[in-house]
């Protein structure tokens, strides 16, 4: 008996592996991303490539662990769920009252060290953040937010 149900468990194991989620391999650097709305310095795109991409861009980096069932599942909810609160890619197609909504989230999520998630950190070493980069991203994403406040006669470039 306990001989069948490891065969079934391992057959089970072996089936899950043929049920793939898509993955997210689209571009990054769309006409709709945040660089087209906000300047984005290339300190800051190097910290949110590092620690946000690839749960909240279009494009995922994926690491080995992804390709193995139930993993795979575990990771593309988070990517889709990353994705719908905030995707860099998108940013431009937001509304101006969402994009400073993110604006703001952004300087407190990372500012209350609530991003990016442990969960990410422990694997991607590069998306650990420092206390300076976390204020870093922090000032530009509220920076940013005040010059999409700014009546757009008053933006001087």
Not at 4 to 16: G, R
Not at 18 to 28: C, K, S, W, Y
Not at 30 to 35: D, L, V, Y
């Amino acid at each position: 008996m306990k001989k069948k149900l490891v065969i079934f468990l391992l057959s089970a194991i072996l089936l899950l592996q043929l049920f793939q989620p898509q993955q997210n391999d689209g571009e990054i650097y769309t006409n709709s991303h945040i660089s087209h709305v906000v300047h984005t310095p290339s300190e800051v795109n190097t910290l949110l490539e590092n620690a946000c991409y690839d749960c909240h861009s279009n494009q995922t980096i994926y690491p080995w662990y992804s390709h193995i069932q139930p993993l795979a599942w575990w990771l593309n909810h988070h990517i889709e769920e990353g994705k719908s609160e905030l995707n860099f890619s998108a940013f431009k197609d937001y509304s101006l009252k969402r994009q400073k909504h993110k604006l703001d989230e952004i300087a407190e999520m990372v500012r209350e060290k609530e991003m990016p998630l442990y969960s990410y950190t422990l694997v991607h070493s590069q998306a650990r953040l420092s206390n300076d980069e976390m204020e870093l991203l922090a000032v530009w994403a509220l920076h940013s937010k005040a010059k999409l406040e700014a009546p757009k006669d008053s933006i001087q470039h």
